[in-house]
């Protein structure tokens, strides 16, 4: 299995911060923040890795990264000239991709969780993940019948759908690819993520599982204040 890692957004919610340097290099108390997504992956397995950045911090992902051989891994680095939404991330790593399945994390998502049993068990289809939080609207958003399985997926909805948010990190078979050719444009102006969810749910080919450990998606500034103290605390254990 191929792993992406998005690492191209504005970083405009943590504005003035972002201003001259991308968010993901943002520090997480001892640890600049894109570490942490980057070593999800390589403890899942994963060493065959994407980065997508934007044209104007390419230099510092270099610089401090290189080839990823000081992390056991090997990187790859594609440019997002326009962030046009999540899924766009699929169609810049085509071939990258190839012919193998792929799992893509956020570059600002930080994770207890290790993930190494599900890259390994995965076959087909899409498996994403799920945690229960107290600000679903900022999320995409899933919604379980009484028997815990998915049945709606929503991008930051307007209207309560319930408390489960989709984390940051995305499963798919090589299908992705293709399929994310085909979406149009939410209303936001994106290719939303939450669309190849449902496509990969319509099909009854999703498997939705709940995170267990500690999630942070850290792009505000409460969030970053957040994730610091998680780790300082993890460390003085």
Do not use: C
């Not at 570059?107 to 945690?131: M, P, Q, S, T, Y």
């Not at 994106?190 to 942070?216: P, S």
Request: charged letters at 25%; zero cysteines.
């Amino acid at each position: 299995m191929k792993g992406i890692i998005l690492a191209a957004g504005e970083g405009t919610r943590l504005y003035p911060l972002t201003k001259t340097i991308s968010k993901q290099l943002l520090p997480i108390y001892n640890k600049p923040m894109f570490f942490y997504p980057l070593q999800t992956l390589i403890n899942a397995g994963i060493k065959d890795i994407l980065i997508i950045i934007s044209p104007k911090h390419a230099g510092d992902f270099l610089h401090l990264l290189g080839s990823g051989k000081d992390f056991g891994a090997k990187l790859t680095y594609e440019i997002q000239d326009r962030s046009d939404g999540l899924a766009q991330a699929f169609i810049i790593g085509e071939s990258f991709i190839g012919q193998d399945n792929v799992a893509m994390i956020l570059g600002d998502n930080i994770f207890e969780d290790n993930f190494a049993l599900a890259v390994k068990n995965f076959k087909k289809g899409g498996h994403i993940f799920a945690k229960e939080v107290t600000d679903p609207e900022r999320f995409g958003v899933v919604r379980f019948d009484s028997q815990g399985m998915a049945t709606k997926i929503v991008e930051k909805p307007k209207k309560f759908l319930s408390n489960f948010a989709i984390t940051g990190m995305y499963i798919f078979d090589n299908r992705v690819v293709e399929v994310a050719k085909k979406l149009k444009p939410s209303a936001r102006g994106e290719l939303e993520v939450t669309d190849l969810q449902n496509w990969y749910l319509k099909n009854g080919e999703l498997k939705v599982d709940l995170v267990k450990g500690e999630w942070i998606d850290a792009g505000t500034f409460d969030a970053l204040l957040k994730a610091g103290n998680w780790v300082k605390n993890q460390i003085e254990k």
